[in-house]
């Protein structure tokens, strides 16, 4: 009798005892030839990084984590699971093409981005009740510029100056369309999304992207992994 409680008691804790689970992980920066970042390294692969090669990838749960070489075996990790890790992936191999946004640089999550009215179909985020700023090319000539959203306000713009704070008289709401016309003519147009990215890293770049602001996400991941 007492056998057969222990062979049950022993069954039990095999059953109970955790299991680590590898999941998929992420590249995201390094020097690593074989592993360019937007890479997907299935759980359990074994990777190999040279003596002068390094790795940024995202852990299990989406925290950024590095590894130097020489090195050759597997990484725990991924992007926080099959979601984050394929948003990621395909946020970081659609990089060449988002880059056209460039001109839309994050003056930091916090302070809220400053958007290039000359750029066509950008998506923006700003953290709710923050204001961005507004940007446009200097010119030889003062300019009345139009920004038509939920109502049009008229916006006086000097030929000296490349940024303007967002107008008081135009309300900032989400998931909305905005237009800028200089003399009668369509400039350029965005959309608005007031989105808080809170989190880890891996966190914080998925609600970016899938909020539609793959620039911003991208400078975000770039932010965290550029050499300091």
Same mark, same amino acid.
């Given at each position: 009798m007492?056998?057969?409680?222990f062979?049950?008691?022993?069954?039990?804790?095999?059953v109970?005892?955790?299991?680590?689970v590898?999941a998929?992980?992420?590249?995201?920066g390094?020097?690593?030839?074989?592993?360019?970042?937007?890479?997907?390294?299935?759980? #359990?692969q074994?990777? !190999?990084?040279?003596?002068?090669?390094?790795?940024?990838?995202?852990?299990?749960?989406?925290?950024l984590?590095?590894?130097a070489?020489?090195?050759?075996?597997v990484i725990?990790?991924?992007?926080?699971?099959?979601?984050t890790?394929?948003?990621?992936a395909?946020?970081?191999?659609?990089? *060449?093409?988002?880059?056209?946004? #460039?001109?839309m *640089?994050?003056?930091?999550?916090?302070?809220?981005?400053?958007?290039? /009215?000359?750029?066509?179909g950008?998506t923006?985020?700003?953290?709710?009740?923050?204001k961005?700023?507004?940007?446009?090319?200097?010119?030889?000539?003062?300019?009345i510029?139009?920004?038509?959203?939920?109502?049009?306000?008229?916006?006086?713009?000097?030929?000296?100056?490349?940024? /303007?704070?967002?107008?008081?008289?135009?309300?900032?709401?989400? !998931?909305?369309?905005?237009?800028a /016309?200089?003399?009668?003519?369509?400039?350029?147009?965005?959309?608005?999304?007031?989105?808080?990215?809170?989190?880890?890293?891996g966190? *914080?770049?998925?609600?970016l992207?899938?909020? #539609?602001c793959?620039?911003?996400?991208?400078?975000?991941? !770039?932010?965290?992994?550029?050499?300091?």
């Amino acid at each position: 009798m007492m056998k057969q409680i222990f062979r049950l008691a022993v069954a039990f804790l095999v059953v109970v005892a955790p299991v680590k689970v590898l999941a998929d992980s992420v590249i995201v920066g390094g020097n690593a030839g074989a592993y360019p970042p937007g890479t997907v390294v299935p759980a #359990g692969q074994s990777i !190999n990084l040279g003596a002068e090669e390094s790795i940024d990838y995202l852990e299990k749960g989406g925290s950024l984590q590095s590894k130097a070489g020489p090195f050759d075996g597997v990484i725990d990790g991924g992007g926080g699971g099959g979601t984050t890790t394929q948003v990621i992936a395909e946020l970081m191999k659609s990089g *060449r093409n988002v880059k056209k946004l #460039g001109a839309m *640089r994050s003056q930091g999550l916090s302070d809220g981005p400053a958007v290039d /009215l000359e750029l066509e179909g950008v998506t923006f985020c700003v953290a709710p009740g923050l204001k961005p700023m507004l940007r446009m090319t200097e010119d030889t000539v003062d300019r009345i510029v139009i920004l038509e959203g939920p109502v049009a306000v008229e916006v006086a713009w000097a030929a000296s100056v490349a940024e /303007l704070s967002w107008p008081s008289g135009a309300p900032l709401t989400d !998931n909305t369309d905005y237009i800028a /016309l200089v003399d009668d003519l369509d400039v350029g147009s965005f959309t608005v999304r007031l989105v808080k990215p809170e989190g880890n890293l891996g966190q *914080r770049v998925q609600i970016l992207a899938e909020a #539609g602001c793959k620039a911003q996400a991208l400078e975000e991941l !770039n932010k965290a992994v550029e050499p300091k």
